[in-house]
């Protein structure tokens, strides 16, 4: 009967993972009572990725093969991610938004920029193995550093509260308009994450940058 158990507490996470951030699930295993503790502040680097002229593409392939589309890059993605201890916290149709959480400030900003490498090299290959008759898809990608709020926070409304586990602040804001602003696949990185990773990768200044 305990093994029994254990098989179907092993099932439930295993389905678990499909959907739930890694960083949640950690989380769940140190807690004794399975308690989610509250957002705090640490320092982390954020990465928002989106894939260029989405409405454009949705409207010419269709709902059903930008589906197929979008599920082929990002499953390649999620590797790349995974293998650099990044936390995929939030998905739109066209974007990801991922956290990058190591105790060691510096790495956790390496991980973050080889992640956005290897995910724009990634697309290339895709890109040069089968376009199906249309343009590449342009994966835009901004990069940022520094204190956070992450954790689990709870929004209210009329209709009741929900929890959902994110991060937020103006690290996060940052890395968020950066990719707004990226265009033609860029990488845009903010300059805390460019000092910290400084030697490693080739970066070009683009000067100031007005962000909303």
Known sequence: AALRKVEILEGIKSNLCKFVPTAVTRLMERSPDGE???AEERDIS???LDIEGYTRITEELGATEVNNLTERY?????D???????????????G???LFMTDDTNRHAMEAIQTAVTIRQKAQ??????????DPVIINMGVSSGRAFVGASKFDSYTGGRWAYTSHGTTTNVAARLCGQARGG????????????HGSFAYQCVGPVKLK
């Open 186 to 197: 860029e990488i845009l990185v903010a300059r805390d994450t460019a000092k910290r990773t």
């Open 125 to 134: 290959c895709i890109n040069a193995e089968c376009t199906l008759g249309r």
């Open 80 to 94: 790349a991610i995974y293998q650099n201890n990044g936390d995929v916290v939030e998905t739109a149709g066209d």
């Open 46 to 48: 954020v990465l928002f």
């Open 74 to 78: 990002f499953s390649v993605f999620m």
């Open 96 to 98: 990801l938004m991922v």
């Open 36 to 38: 989610i503790q509250e």
